[in-house]
């Protein structure tokens, strides 16, 4: 049975085999992410430790047309977070999202699966 929860501007969902993270509206996401983002993505990880053995960990970017540097700024929060569990691939990629990767150079610290 998945667990949900919402983290920050994230809804963060473990299922049998992933851990998926979705932006919540990517479109008008807040202004600031809250300074608690990386405490509570710490607990649910620790909360779910045994479970996230094993799983895929994703940021599911599927019908995100772009994103800001405050998205940009979560997806490297949770990189850093999950570094212990393995790597964070994003799924759902759109051609804006790969421009904007390629031109941050942040292609090279995520990698894209389908």
Do not use: Y
């Amino acid at each position: 049975m998945p667990v949900s929860r919402t983290i920050g501007p994230l809804t963060a969902t473990l299922e049998e085999d992933e851990l998926v993270f979705r932006f919540h509206d990517p479109l008008t996401m807040a202004l600031e992410v809250p300074a608690t983002l990386e405490h509570d993505l710490n607990q649910f990880i620790e909360e779910h430790k045994e479970s996230l053995s094993g799983c895929q960990l994703l940021v599911d970017l599927q019908g995100v047309s772009g994103i800001n540097s405050r998205q940009l700024g979560v997806m490297l929060a949770l990189r850093q977070v999950l570094a212990a569990q393995g790597s964070l691939a994003l799924r759902g990629l759109s051609q804006g999202v790969k421009r904007l990767l390629a031109m941050t150079r942040m292609e090279h610290f995520f990698h894209a699966v389908p």
